[in-house]
């Protein structure tokens, strides 16, 4: 049974810092890893999708490594700002419309 | 705005109450699904709907009843729960002809749902 698991379950920093979010996961077979982001009241929103072929993948000041054979994924936030507060979820997806989240990180940065 | 609309945003109930939740999706998508959120807890998937078919029941419990009338609405109705079952209900939509490594959900705010 595939399991993500995240860590840290929160995260705390000062505005501008540079901060790495780790995802697990204990089974390689996966189709494509993606970050999420959730606001209260918001949802969730899309933030990255890694395919299983791929290593990383960058939007603007976030970046999404891959490494499939041991299970990692990590997101790397660059100069964090306030609006970056939220909670992230990693998510691998092991099927056709089978998505496993992991608990999450919440992340706080203050101004 | 992901195109994605849940109502209401908020329910109390008691365990001999029925009540549904109403998801809306805007966006022509034919997949359809319902997740729960517990507190500490991974979003766990309960429902799939694909053209207005059931494809998926995660084992979830009979008090909760899904019901799709169309690729745009999915209602998820609710009967005699239990306290347990307090919990964020998040919707998602997916476009059905996307290969498996392509597809993506877009989410709604979700209804959080307090059962006393």
């Known amino acids: 049974k595939q399991e993500v698991t995240q860590i840290p379950a929160a995260l705390s920093v000062p505005e501008g810092e540079n901060l790495v979010l780790n995802c697990s996961f204990t089974?390689?077979?996966?189709?494509?890893l993606q970050w999420f982001r959730q606001d209260p009241g918001k949802g969730l929103t899309s933030l990255l999708l890694?395919?299983?072929?791929?290593r990383e993948q960058t939007s603007g000041r976030l970046n999404a490594s891959l490494d499939k054979s041991s299970g990692r994924s990590t997101l790397y936030i660059a100069a964090s700002q306030p609006g970056d507060s939220a909670t992230y979820l990693c998510?691998?997806?092991?099927?056709?419309?089978?998505?496993?989240f992991g608990t999450g990180t919440r992340l706080l940065v203050s101004p | 705005e992901t195109g994605v609309t849940q109502t209401p945003r908020h329910l109390v109930m008691g365990m001999t109450n029925k009540k549904s939740l109403k998801c809306e999706q805007h966006?022509?998508?034919?997949?359809m699904y319902w997740y729960k959120q517990s507190a500490k807890k991974p979003l766990e998937l309960m429902f799939v709907?694909?053209?207005?078919?059931?494809?998926e029941n995660n084992s979830v419990p009979s008090r909760f009843s899904p019901e799709c009338p169309n690729s745009s609405h999915l209602f998820l109705h609710l009967h005699t729960l239990q306290p347990e079952d307090s919990a964020l209900y998040l919707c998602?939509?997916?476009?059905?002809?996307?290969?498996?490594?392509?597809?993506?959900?877009?989410f709604g705010p979700g209804t959080r749902l307090l059962v006393l």
């Open positions: 966006l022509g998508h034919n997949a």
């Open positions: 089974d390689s077979a996966i189709y494509n």
């Open positions: 709907y694909n053209f207005k078919e059931q494809t």
């Open positions: 998510a691998v997806r092991r099927g056709f419309q089978k998505l496993v």
């Open positions: 890694i395919q299983s072929s791929q």
């Open positions: 998602a939509s997916s476009p059905r002809d996307a290969g498996v490594d392509q597809e993506t959900q877009y």
